[in-house]
């Protein structure tokens, strides 16, 4: 029968449900119209009928209860009419259908469901506001189910859901399905797209033994699983034990029953290939349909059988498609954008920041710029955009421009490039002007100079020294591939010196002066890193102290907090943040190394190879290694010339803030930067500014303040562009193994540069972000784990200088993690799990007995 028309479905009260149709939503409702659209498709749905709205009404006429609905408000009256709805009696000619069509069903167990107009609707899915009655026997049973089902319309909480839509009580009526009840192994919810992640390529299946209603109401944690479409099938790239805290079985006399599970048995729970079977019947489902889709499912007896689908609602946006290089790159933009940078930042520290990483694009042919990676509204920076190099016409030139470089300029005599003079001698001319004798114009140059420093001091070095050294470093990987050796080259190029541990071993030094004066460890003891610097004073051994602080602040006092604006104060500008280092690290001393370090010792093995005998071939390697090696140094240390523009920019931007808040433009020094540069060139000095523009540039203040603060909890990088990570159920933490081995400890979550002084000796650090400023902290960390980042981030390098194991790009450790539970990192495998008390008393226990 192709169509039937409205007169005949309501004279026929009961209809089995491959006779619905989305169309007659009004008569079946959204849950039963689609179960017959699927039936009709040939999905595999269990039999049943449906008692259409008609059979509702009559049952509302013939007991009086429209008045009373009627007068209903949201979240009032709801129990009353219930209890009218379950003592009320149902039309003959109703009752005589129902139990005809139970009897044609074969009068087993059955599911009653209702099946609301207001359901099940691309715009709100109504999600459990109608009750369901499972394995129901015995036609008593099944009549004061129905009743049931038509009382759950009137819950409170349905109710007051469909206030909170926009939904006249008064239009909505309810019909009820009734199917054969399937004795389901497993059964649970599948989402034909990522409820979380909004990713269309994947399927997320929530599963638990028993009946899926443990599922869908919430009482069991279950089983977890997200698949992924690959271009020969689904794949499992995410599954997660339950904990089966209960499972609901059908009893043998009618009912339901609640068990106890057994926790965390995967190997009791869903078949691959049973999972992979759900995806494709649910994506078929949803092409049917033309929607993503929200499914109730079971498995009994070998057969997969559709309980119920309806629009997934409240979808976030899909991630945005990039490859695995432009994930890459949002990873470590992680890390260097851990604050979204202002709009003065854009016209001012964003371009020279790029100038020392776009040249070295220039050697290649490829067009790369660091502002373009940002969607920029209005000055307001709203997100990073993954853009990759564009190559040029000059592509063609790129191997002459190389070999040109390679021949000229040789790493191992980088630092002796009259660049790095010429870069040292600016800064240093630039950091003896004091801002407030400057004129207007006078800071607006210094501005100007500032700028030159990154290309200087790491733009224009890189891209004469990286290419010969990065070619070394490929030649010297082909020639451990050869001798057997690849493994080695990390450990080959480690270790060594940077203006990084540099700094550190600095720190460490004034560590040991505090440990070796007992008034200067009472002082460290005693205060807070911020009344450090004024209780020093106080003391004669502190004001000696503080002479040879002032001197590491001369040679480092310029590292950054944070690389991604020039607002957040250097070390030099905020010592509480080094007093907090030392106050740390006067508290617990270093593990002593003892040995060669270990790249001489890889490099002493390799040499013993029988091809390395013979003097030209020993030769060449070691030239290799030596060129290969000054890789990282080049990165580190042109990273360290490059921000000593930062404090200047700093305090020349303050200053101008500071002369327009004298005029009434600004309420801060700090406000300057929501202008763009071309603002303040515009005032030209003349101060104040005409009223005119006082009051546009004020407005513009105050419009990208308020613009800004709007975007506070939305993060800089999209975090569904970071590398995806394939994790199981044994697995807490999954990321980028970014320096080997394993290491167990205490977890210590260090959200910024001011809780530096939490971190003890043998804690296991865990941060949402790391720049060269975090390393020193490595010194007495047992491993390493960041939310963000990459092998290539600094965190990464210089964790493998102190050989300790990190994992970069976790994602959501600083989320997931919690201070002092103790876990185990595999810097290798880059797997974080927790160590359990049983394995801790275990390994107690060992160490008594040896």
């Not at 290539?792 to 300790?804: C, D, F, L, M, N």
């Amino acid at each position: 029968m192709n169509s039937l028309s409205a007169a005949s479905m309501e004279t026929d009260l009961i209809l089995p449900i491959e006779r619905t149709r989305r169309t007659d939503l009004y008569l079946f409702g959204g849950k039963a119209a689609n179960l017959g659209e699927l039936v009709r498709a040939g999905f595999p749905v269990p039999p049943g009928f449906v008692i259409n709205t008609s059979a509702y009404d009559r049952f509302i006429a013939q007991n009086g209860l429209g008045e009373t609905m009627a007068r209903l408000n949201p979240g009032s009256g709801g129990t009353d009419i219930r209890a009218a709805f379950t003592s009320a009696s149902i039309p003959l000619e109703v009752e005589q259908q129902i139990l005809s069509a139970y009897r044609q069903l074969g009068q087993g167990a059955v599911a009653v469901r209702s099946s609301a107009t207001a359901e099940d609707l691309p715009e709100a899915a109504f999600a459990g506001q109608q009750d369901t009655y499972l394995n129901i026997t015995g036609t008593e049973s099944l009549l004061d189910a129905v009743r049931r089902c038509w009382a759950s319309l009137w819950t409170d909480r349905a109710i007051v859901y469909r206030e909170r839509q926009g939904i006249d009580q008064g239009t909505v009526k309810l019909a009820v399905v009734v199917q054969r009840m399937v004795a389901a192994d497993f059964a649970g919810v599948m989402f034909t797209a990522n409820p979380v992640t909004g990713a269309r390529d994947e399927v997320v299946i929530d599963a638990s033994p028993g009946l899926g209603e443990a599922v869908v109401s919430g009482l069991v944690t279950p089983d977890h699983f997200v698949l992924k479409k690959r271009r020969l099938g689904w794949s499992i790239i995410e599954q997660r034990a339950g904990r089966r805290e209960v499972i609901i079985r059908a009893r043998s006399n009618g009912g339901t029953e609640h068990v106890k599970g057994k926790s965390g048995e995967m190997s009791e729970s869903l078949p691959d290939e049973v999972l992979q079977r759900l995806a494709c019947l649910g994506t078929a489902i949803g092409h049917h349909f033309g929607s993503l889709q929200d499914i109730e499912w079971a498995w009994g007896n070998g057969k997969l059988y559709i309980l119920q689908s309806r629009p997934m609602t409240a979808l976030p946006e899909p991630p945005p498609d990039a490859n695995m290089v432009q994930r890459m790159l949002a990873s470590n933009f992680t890390e260097m954008l851990p604050v979204r940078p202002y709009p003065l930042d854009m016209d001012v520290w964003m371009p020279a920041l790029g100038s020392a990483v776009e040249p070295i694009f220039g050697i290649l042919g490829l067009e790369w710029y660091f502002r373009e990676l940002f969607r920029v509204e209005d000055g307001i920076v709203i997100e990073f955009v993954p853009k990759l190099p564009h190559p040029t016409w000059k592509i063609v030139l790129a191997p002459l421009r190389f070999l040109s470089l390679f021949l000229r300029y040789n790493p191992i005599k980088w630092q002796s490039d009259p660049l790095l003079a010429a870069t040292l001698a600016l800064a240093r001319e630039l950091d003896s002007l004091d801002p407030s004798a400057l004129s207007w114009e006078q800071l607006l140059e210094m501005l100007q100079s500032a700028k030159k420093i990154p290309w200087l001091g790491a733009g224009e070095l890189r891209r004469r020294y990286f290419p010969r050294a990065a070619f070394a470093l490929v030649r010297l990987r082909l020639l451990l591939v050869l001798l057997g050796r690849k493994g080695q080259l990390g450990t080959l190029i480690s270790g060594g010196e940077n203006k990084t541990l540099e700094m550190n071993h600095a720190l460490e030094k004034l560590a040991n002066q505090i440990r070796s004066d007992p008034e200067l460890m009472n002082i460290f003891a005693a205060h807070h890193p911020e009344d450090l610097w004024s209780a020093l004073e106080d003391q004669a051994s502190g004001r000696i102290f503080l002479t040879n602080l002032r001197t590491f602040f001369d040679l480092y006092g310029h590292r950054e907090t944070t690389i991604s604006t020039a607002l957040h104060p250097t070390w030099k500008e905020s010592p509480a943040m080094v007093l907090g280092i030392l106050k740390s690290f006067a508290a617990n001393r270093p593990q002593v190394q003892t040995g060669d370090p270990a790249w001489q010792a890889a490099r002493d093995e390799i040499l013993k190879h029988p091809l390395l005998r013979f003097s030209p071939l020993r030769s060449v390697f070691l030239n290799l290694l030596t060129e290969a090696r000054t890789v990282l140094q080049i990165r580190e240390d042109t990273h360290f010339y490059a921000t000593l523009s930062m404090p200047l920019f700093r305090r020349a931007l303050l200053e101008l803030g500071s002369r327009l808040v004298n005029t009434g433009l600004l309420d801060t020094p700090e406000d300057i930067f929501h202008l763009k540069l071309n603002e303040i060139e515009r005032i030209g000095g003349k101060l104040p500014p005409s009223a005119d523009l006082t009051a546009e540039l004020r407005a513009s203040v105050i419009r990208r303040r308020k613009a800004r603060a709007l975007l506070e909890d939305r993060p800089l990088v999209d975090p569904r562009l970071l590398p995806q990570r394939i994790s199981n159920g044994d697995t807490l933490l999954s990321g980028m193994p970014s320096s080997p081995g394993v290491a167990e400890g205490p977890v210590c979550i260090v959200q910024d540069a001011s809780e530096f002084d939490k971190l003890t000796a043998g804690d296991v650090l865990v941060a949402p972000y790391t720049n060269p400023s975090w390393t020193p902290l490595f010194q007495r960390a047992a491993a390493v784990v960041v939310d963000s980042g990459s092998v290539a981030s600094h965190a990464a390098i210089v964790a493998r200088e102190y050989g300790i194991p990190a994992v970069m790009a976790t994602g959501e450790g600083t989320g997931i993690l919690r201070d002092g539970e103790k876990i185990r990192v595999d810097g290798s495998r880059g797997t974080v799990v927790r160590v359990t008390s049983t394995e801790v008393e275990r390994e107690g226990q060992e160490k008594m007995i040896t």
